[in-house]
C-alpha cells in the first residue's frame, strides 16, 4: 500500500512573507480576490495590512466576513452567494482556522456545485475538481488549516461539528507570517498553540503515522514546546518558532490523521461553542494516559522533544509519565487549565460521547475506545 503525501504547491515563512501575496495572484493570472476574514481581525486593522497591499498593487477585492469563531453551514451558503456576486476568481483567507474553514468550504462548492448541500461534504466528499485558487494567510499559530486538507463546519441544527476531508480544498499557496499573529491576546495564543501540539502528538501515534509523517510531529513538538511559552510572552522568537512550529505539525496530521482528542474537542465546541484549541488542551493530557499502552515507545520521544531529561534510563511507564507531565506542565505555564467543571453538564455527556465516537478523527486513534469510555474521559474533567 502507497502512503500519499500532499503539501501546498507554495509556501513563504518568515516576517514579511505576506508582501509575496500581490506577485502570487498577478503570477497566476488572477485579477479579483474574494478576501475571508472575521470581523475583528477587519476591526482591529490585521486584514488591512494585506488589503492594503492589494490596494498598491491595484488588485481588485471583495471583503466577506460573515464567519463565527467556529464557522456554520450558513456562514458557508452566504459566503457562496457573496462569492458569486463579487466576480472574484479566487480567495484570500486571513484570520485563524474560522476563516480558511469557511474560504476552503465556499471554495469547493464555487467549483463542485453539486455540492452546495454543505451537509454533503462531511467526511471524504468525492469532489472532482480543485477549490477555487486559495492564498491562505494563518493570523493564529495552531490550526494549520493553511497546510491541511481538512476543515470543519458546526451544524448548528443539529449541534454537531462535522470534519470534511477533501484533497481539492488545500491552499495552493500559504504564507506564514509572525507579524501576522503578533497582535494575538495571550489566552488564544495559549489555546491556539496547544491546538498545534496536539496536533503534533495525535499525528504521532495516531494508526496512519509513518516514517515522515514521524518527522515532521516530532520536530513540530520540540519547536512548540520551547517556542510557546514565549510566544504568550510575546517574544518574537516565540511568535516565530511557533509559526514554524505549527505548521510542521500540519504537513504531517493533514496526511496521516489524528484521534479521539480532536473527536471529544469537536463535541465540545459544538454543545458549548467553547473554542476549538481550549478544548483540544484541555483534554490533552487524560487523552494522553488513555492512549499510553497502545503507544509503544513513542512517549519516550516525545518527552525527549519536549525537553524532558534522562529519558534513556527511564522505564517505559517513567517516560510515558514524563511524556504527560510535561504536557501538563506547558498548559499550566500558558494558563491553560484541564478542567471542565462549570462547563460539562452530566446530563449530555451520553449524546457527547456518541458524537465523539462518530467523529471523523476518532477512527485514527491507537487505542480502540467505547462510547462508555469517552464518556468517562470527560467525566474525569469534570
Request: aromatic share 6%; glycine share 8%.
Amino acid at each position: 500500500m502507497a502512503n500519499r503525501f500532499m503539501l501546498n504547491e507554495t509556501s513563504y515563512h518568515g516576517k514579511g512573507a505576506i508582501e509575496n501575496i500581490p506577485a502570487e495572484i498577478k503570477a497566476r493570472g488572477l485579477k479579483k480576490a474574494f478576501v475571508c476574514s472575521d470581523p475583528d481581525l477587519i476591526k482591529f486593522g490585521v486584514t488591512g495590512k494585506v488589503t492594503a497591499l492589494l490596494d498598491r498593487e491595484g488588485i481588485a477585492y471583495e471583503l466577506y466576513s460573515n464567519i463565527k469563531p467556529n464557522p456554520t453551514i450558513e456562514n458557508v451558503q452566504t459566503g457562496v452567494a457573496a462569492f458569486k456576486a463579487a466576480g472574484a476568481d479566487c480567495i484570500v483567507a486571513i484570520g485563524g482556522g474560522s476563516s480558511m474553514d469557511t474560504a476552503k468550504a465556499i471554495g469547493i462548492i464555487i467549483t463542485n456545485p453539486e455540492f452546495e448541500d454543505v451537509r454533503s461534504l462531511e467526511g471524504v466528499a468525492p469532489t472532482k475538481k480543485p477549490c477555487v485558487p486559495t492564498i491562505a494567510v494563518p493570523t493564529t499559530a495552531g490550526t494549520a488549516a493553511e497546510v491541511t486538507i481538512n476543515y470543519v463546519i458546526t451544524d448548528v441544527e443539529k449541534k454537531r461539528k462535522f470534519v470534511c476531508v477533501d484533497p481539492h480544498d488545500i491552499p495552493v499557496v500559504a504564507v506564514v507570517d509572525p507579524d501576522m499573529m503578533a497582535s494575538m491576546p495571550k489566552g488564544l495564543t495559549a489555546s491556539t498553540g496547544m491546538d498545534a501540539l496536539t496536533h503534533a502528538i495525535e499525528g504521532y501515534i495516531t494508526l496512519g503515522a509513518w516514517e515522515l509523517s514521524d518527522m515532521f510531529h516530532i520536530k513540530a513538538i520540540e519547536i512548540i514546546a520551547r517556542s510557546l511559552r514565549g510566544a504568550v510572552a510575546n517574544t518574537d522568537e516565540g511568535r516565530e518558532g511557533m509559526a514554524l512550529g505549527q505548521y510542521v505539525a500540519g504537513m504531517g496530521f493533514s496526511n496521516v490523521g489524528l484521534g479521539v482528542d480532536h473527536s471529544m474537542a469537536h463535541t465540545l465546541s459544538a454543545y458549548y461553542d467553547m473554542p476549538h484549541g481550549k478544548a483540544c488542551a484541555t483534554l490533552l493530557p487524560c487523552v494522553m494516559e488513555f492512549n499510553a499502552p497502545a503507544t509503544g515507545e513513542k512517549y519516550r520521544e516525545i518527552a525527549r522533544a519536549m525537553g524532558v531529561k534522562g529519558v534513556d534510563d527511564m522505564t517505559q511507564d517513567e517516560y510515558r509519565k514524563a511524556a504527560v507531565n510535561a504536557v501538563k506542565q506547558l498548559a499550566e505555564d500558558v494558563g491553560i487549565v484541564c478542567s471542565l467543571k462549570g462547563v460539562l453538564k452530566e446530563e449530555d455527556i451520553p449524546a457527547l460521547a456518541r458524537d465523539a465516537y462518530n467523529d471523523a478523527c476518532r477512527p485514527g486513534n491507537p487505542r480502540d475506545i467505547s462510547e462508555t469510555e469517552i464518556a468517562e474521559l470527560y467525566r474525569s474533567l469534570m
